[in-house]
């Protein structure tokens, strides 16, 4: 069983940065691939930032420039470092990770941290 656990959120000040953790425990963690999402209220979950086995990376639009993902293969952990933080990224982030069981993809998330930008 996967378990992901995030940590790093809380409230910062437009244009402050923030670096959110997600730690991976598992029998056998070899995701497909790792990303972050967020939810802000009344919107749908959409996705930030991600990392496909092989390290091609992906990010939202309206995050690049100012959003970096990296994992830590060795800690098991993702990371993303925000910068330029604005109000409108706040929101719940979530970390994902995609793994494969047997010939199906399965999806594992986090419990999700809050980030708050407001002044």
């Known amino acids: 069983q996967v378990q992901l656990v995030e940590s790093g959120g809380g409230l910062v000040q437009p244009g402050g940065s923030l670096r959110l953790s997600c730690a991976a425990s598992?029998?056998?963690?070899?995701?497909?691939?790792m990303g972050w999402f967020r939810q802000a209220p009344g919107k749908q979950r959409e996705l930030v930032a991600s990392?496909?086995?092989?390290?091609?990376?992906n990010y939202a639009d309206s995050v690049k420039g100012r959003v970096t993902v990296s994992r830590d293969n060795v800690k098991n952990t993702l990371y993303l470092q925000m910068n330029s933080l604005k109000p409108e990224d706040t929101a719940v982030y979530y970390c994902?990770?995609?793994?494969?069981?047997?010939?199906?993809?399965?999806?594992?998330w986090g419990q999700g941290t809050q980030v708050t930008v407001s002044s």
């Open positions: 994902n990770a995609e793994l494969y069981s047997g010939p199906f993809l399965r999806a594992y």
């Open positions: 598992g029998s056998t963690f070899t995701p497909y691939t």
């Open positions: 990392i496909i086995i092989g390290g091609s990376l």
